[in-house]
């Protein structure tokens, strides 16, 4: 699916000091917000488009379940599921176009859908049979950033390259709650800030840093930290899809008209572990986990699609069997990946050839052909 872009008029790109709230469109219980700003930046979205969006949150949120199972069976050495992300993850993809680019950390498998890679490719490296999934180039998205933060350095720098080039697309860059704790993030706010360059910082505030909640690491709002750089922020509901690409596709236009970067702070929450070898229930309550449950992304764009007469129970069961099919064609995928030979360890380390390497990898085949010689 593809939403087309939406032309922001220029007396627009500065209107962010004319609202201070959270941005939310969409009430919890699904019902169009009236007084909010920005629903001129989503006019356009139509019946269609809304159920392509939930389509896309349905799909996505099946294959992070289906990635959870196959770690939990032992197929996957890791994964970080995304469960309640995914409208921050949707809208904010879908605010793209196919020229702008996009760093993200190891959680946004929603946003590589929106891309358009393959499902397979993403769990290459969670499986341990590549030391990627994708060509960025193919798609306009960096593989995941395993170092928290270290992807809004990349994001600064690939878009200063574009500005050097005078091009006029964009970049954005995704991270949680607990990176906007790393230097990194300083670094990257300070640099894109001085040299006015097109970056998005695109923050899913998803309420814990691993164990750690945000009230401990930051006692104001993460979209208020872009004010000390200049840098306009905006503080969306992360579980409304609407205001989450309303919000985006401002920030977007801002860069595309030479206006530097922007944080979007997206309020939501994650629902599942932080990684598969986490435990929630550790660090955190039921009680909080039934009221952020309430606000899911999915239940409340149901309810919007079913009290505007645009859905049934027949759209259902239409994404359902879409989703389950993606599910099934992503196991398959996984499973019937070939395991890499030892030797793959030691390729595409350097451009050209390295002795120490070889070294490394003679001394490691050698190694492996003892056990071979006792079997």
């Known amino acids: 699916m593809a939403i087309a872009q939406l032309k922001v008029p220029a007396e627009r790109l500065t209107a962010w000091a004319d609202y201070d709230g959270l941005v939310q469109l969409i009430s919890v219980d699904g019902q169009r917000t009236v007084g909010c700003p920005h629903w001129d930046l989503v006019a356009d979205v139509d019946a269609l488009q809304l159920r392509d969006l939930y389509r896309d949150m349905a799909i996505v949120r099946r294959l992070d379940a289906e990635a959870m199972a196959l770690q939990r069976q032992g197929e996957l050495g890791l994964w970080a599921p995304l469960l309640g992300q995914e409208a921050a993850q949707v809208g904010s993809a879908r605010a793209l176009r196919p020229d702008d680019f996009a760093f993200t950390s190891y959680r946004e498998h929603g946003v590589a859908y929106c891309r358009g890679v393959?499902?397979?490719?993403?769990?290459?490296?969670?499986?341990?049979?590549?030391?990627?999934?994708w060509d960025p180039a193919r798609y306009n998205l960096?593989?995941?950033?395993?170092?928290?933060?270290?992807?809004?350095?990349?994001?600064?720098?690939?878009?200063?390259?574009?500005?050097?080039?005078?091009?006029?697309?964009?970049?954005?860059?995704y991270f949680g709650d607990g990176a906007t704790s790393e230097g990194d993030i300083a670094e990257a706010l300070?640099?894109?800030?001085?040299?006015?360059?097109?970056?998005?910082?695109?923050?899913?505030?998803?309420?814990?840093?691993?164990?750690?909640?945000?009230?401990?690491?930051?006692?104001?709002?993460?979209?208020?930290?872009?004010?000390?750089?200049?840098?306009?922020?905006?503080?969306?509901?992360?579980?409304?899809?609407?205001?989450?690409?309303?919000?985006?596709?401002?920030?977007?236009?801002?860069?595309?008209?030479?206006?530097?970067?922007?944080?979007?702070?997206?309020?939501t929450y994650r629902m599942g572990p932080h990684t598969t070898s986490d435990d929630p229930t550790r660090y955190r309550s039921r009680a909080e986990e039934e009221e952020w449950r309430a606000k899911d992304p999915l239940v409340r764009l149901r309810a919007l699609l079913h009290s505007e007469g645009v859905a049934d129970d027949g759209f259902e069961h239409e994404v359902a069997a879409a989703a389950g099919n993606a599910a099934t064609a992503l196991r398959s995928g996984v499973l019937d990946m070939p395991n890499p030979e030892p030797a793959a360890l030691f390729e595409h380390v350097y451009a050209d050839p390295h002795p120490l390497l070889e070294a490394e990898r003679d001394a490691y085949l050698q190694y492996l052909a003892e056990y071979d010689e006792v079997s």
């Open 142 to 173: 960096a593989t995941p950033a395993i170092i928290v933060g270290s992807q809004a350095l990349h994001a600064t720098g690939y878009a200063l390259g574009l500005t050097l080039e005078d091009a006029k697309s964009a970049v954005i860059t």
């Open 118 to 133: 393959d499902p397979v490719d993403m769990l290459r490296m969670w499986r341990g049979s590549g030391l990627s999934g």
């Open 190 to 267: 300070g640099f894109a800030a001085s040299y006015m360059v097109p970056v998005v910082f695109f923050c899913q505030n998803n309420q814990w840093a691993i164990s750690e909640p945000v009230r401990l690491q930051s006692h104001a709002s993460i979209a208020q930290r872009g004010r000390g750089y200049g840098i306009p922020g905006v503080q969306v509901d992360g579980n409304d899809v609407l205001a989450v690409l309303a919000a985006t596709r401002l920030a977007l236009a801002r860069a595309y008209a030479g206006q530097g970067p922007t944080l979007i702070e997206a309020v």
